[in-house]
């Protein structure tokens, strides 16, 4: 094994600090119990996917004295646990369980392993397996979260604990300083294995959680490690034959998507040699602190402490040379496929640990392919996924042409004396707005075809590495929370888990029917986040022709699958433009970690202006619409639509 031929001397080197310095046998014992406990926690959580689940109740409807009200409520869910059984029964789902709980063991066995290397030994690690006490896991499924209106930081660590509840451990009651290097060092453990997987940082969350600390300690320590190991990388050497040796290695990867920004080779300045190991120190000295000594944390990241190529797979080196040619052959039907990074990264200091990926949904502009993502903080590296520009732009100049529209406005009145659903199943729409429909309908039409391509090519990107051994975390509005969930279908399709840490669907134009989701689920390691909107009447209307039998996700909770968070944002969401500009609001509200609150209050400033020079042109469209009519209704109607398609042609010239 990659860490098992030295461990024995650097650990005895010394009064250096490591965990068996610091911790006693009792306490090192504690701390493989513990991972065994959070690893056994984790494993019920998938299986507890696969499992009947009890629907919620509705307190308005069962709270009636009506004993036929009662009884038909109890039918209903009785029904639907039956419904539930038999999806649960087919040989395809039970085929997915089945490959989700041996990809997790084998990670597990490995992790567990690893452990009693350090701590104790690898036998006793893997008896305490046998010896855990999972945590506990919510049973809810359907129910729709309360938006939290807390302070940022308080609402990030209300959602960790709730998320990641803390296990039970004497560990807990070591001073603050110890309980922090047990954190480091887990992390550095498992970054010896060669890849920091989606579920390596699950449980990190969760013994942040069970030691705790808060979510920040975490996130700072990932970020130290990551500019660590690439310093260390850009003073590692090697000679010919080993940087041929690293040239053939790249050859031999069947291909990667180009990333117009991914931290390449020439980026990180990793040369390509299997670099003689460094001195222990050397790394150590990068890597240590915290209380743990040089050699013992060169020690716990075993290969990854001397070798360039070790630490180049980990970032995605050799991903970033490659070119967007290289995708050609495999997505001819996606074009302008790229990951572009934040803007206001550096090149050489902002690489991380994880990734983030934004994925607009519509466009009317190309700087609102990264715009909306410049909230997302400095935890883990971003980038904002371009595809399909022409669509994309298409589509949002005749979003916003149709709502400023009079056919629009007189519809909504009408529209919002129903619900929604009433709407669509009745197929209620007025005339008026049907004349017009065709201005958004092709481009609604082409641009979420394509995204379900667009799906499939970022899936197999990431089958590929193109983001190296990182965890990804996928975040995405309108059709692109589309283009995520037909990435997630993609990766449950080829069993490929442990790459996604966590997913945030934003009004996403997507069935919400319960078998799709749980392949979702399947393949999450951390959270899934469905946000939707009762008022979304855009979303309703664009998804009017689709099959709306099977729900709507961005309208409406995701039921019968345990484990997908659904947040109902219908006080904030009033029309599917607005996702673009509440992006920040939302994650805010959620707990997601690590948002910049200054960028969100710029971004609502920037809601606010729009608002105000949309109603003007909107009034101005309205009051000429007016002042042109005297035909028949259908006639204007038409002259609307007409008058439309020419304002979004004109749009697309200057775009172009």
Known sequence: MPWSSKED??????????LRTVLDAHQCSDLTLLIASVTETMRKRISHTFTVQDEPHNTDTDSSNNPDDAADQLRKRQEQQEQQARELAKPEVQELKIAALEAFDEWRDSVLRRVGEVVNSPQQAQQQKHEAKPGHVDESTGQTKEVRENAPTETVSAALLELFPPISTPLANLPEETRILILHSMLLLLLSLEQYTADSRILLLYLTSSLRLPINILAEDETKVAQGLLKAAKEMSGDE????????NKISRKWKVG??????????GVTGGLAAPLVAAGIGSVMGGLGLGATAAAGYLGTLAGSSVVVGSLFGAYGGRMTGQMMDNYAKEVSDFAFVPNPAASASEDHRLRITIGISGWLTSQDEITRPWRVLGHGSEIFALRWELEA???????????????AWGYAKSEIIKRTIFAS??????????LKISRVVDNPFSIARTRGDKAGEVLADALINRAQGQRPVTLIGYSLGARVIYSCLQHLAARRAFGLVESVVLMGAPTPSDSSDWRNVRAVVAGRVVNVYSERDYILAFLYRTSSVQYGIAGLQAIAGVPGVENVNVSELVSGHLKYRYLVGKILEKIGFEDVI???????ERELQVVEKQFERE???QQAEAEAGAGGEGEEDADKEAERLQKEVDEKMRITE
């Not at 609150?597 to 971004?603: H, I, L, T």
């Open 597 to 603: 609150g200054e960028n969100v209050a710029r971004q």
């Open 392 to 406: 994309l732009l298409s589509l949002g100049n005749a979003l916003t042409a149709m709502v400023k529209s009079a």
């Open 259 to 268: 990333l117009a920004s991914v931290a390449g080779a020439a980026l990180i």
């Open 9 to 18: 001397t650097q650990e005895s080197q010394g009064d250096d600090q490591s």
């Open 241 to 248: 034959e080993t940087a041929k040796k690293a040239e053939e």
């Open 424 to 433: 669509l199943t009745a197929a209620l729409w007025p005339l008026g707005l």
């Open 618 to 620: 909107k009034e101005s």
